[in-house]
């Protein structure tokens, strides 16, 4: 239970909500889905002065096709983005993430927005973002910038965003014609934190492509991979493999004691995911579901 007083702010502008930060936000917690800070006050972890709710901005509530660009306001809900048609077909990796993440509860209430903001190691969207060349938009009083997803997500529960600013959306190339997707992740209970997961995002032909692995380190990490036969992948899943081990290795702490599961777990799903697109170049159907 929440035993203290705080002042809660619930406006229904975005400028109102930008005006607040302007003015107090080092003393501002963001409440968007509230699947992760709720539970956090309740327990007594965190104990904010001042909570500024989202969920009356019905500006950041969009889903938006821009042709080449699918932009994702910062409150849409996990639900909502898992069954939006228009995400479907420009990025179904995205749309499949967001209809396996958590429970139903979690994906009728929680937010894209808050998750990214949020960042903690295994969530669904930063690997997928990071693989596909995605964007995270923040506002501030009087100005905005985008920041590649790569450059916003910067360790644990840590990210680009300043004190002044709003995460307002997330923004993802349109998937072109040719290209693969894929997404894989492991959890050890029905709607848990992924302990491990990844992400990939590939051209026609095996001309290369991207992995991004996340939760077994502070950071997802993006691995490039070169050209290859999808005919004879055998060398290039060896090769990613031993990549994406080292580059976890290079992350966790050498006095963890699960620093070796670790490594090979991040070594693993970096393969799978690419084997998951080599499949598709092969002919296979687009899956995101957990293998």
Known sequence: MISWELEFHAPTDLAEALDLLAERGEDVTVLSGGMSLMPMMNLGLVKPEIVLSLNRLRDLAHVTDDGDVIRVGATVRHGDLGADPTVQDAYPTLSSAASQLGDLQVRNRGTVGGSVAHAIPGADYPVILMAAGGEVRLDRKGSSRTVPADNFFLGLMWTAREPTELVTEIRVPRRQPGWVTA????????????????????????????????????????????????????????????????????????????????????????????????????????TGEPA
């Not at 692995?213 to 055998?234: E, H, Q, Y």
């Open 183 to 286: 997404y894989r992740r492991f959890t050890r209970t029905e709607g848990g934190i992924p302990l491990v997961n990844a992400a990939a995002h590939f051209a026609p032909a095996g001309v290369g492509g991207v992995v991004a692995v996340g939760g077994v380190v502070p950071r997802p990490f993006l691995l490039d991979v070169p050209a290859f036969d999808p005919d004879d992948p055998d060398e290039v899943l060896d090769e990613l493999e031993a990549m994406a081990s080292v580059a976890t290795r290079e992350q966790v702490p050498s006095v963890d004691e699960d620093a070796d599961y670790r490594v090979a777990m991040g070594g693993l799903f970096a393969r799978r995911v690419l084997a998951a697109c080599i499949q598709q170049l092969a002919g296979g159907e687009h």
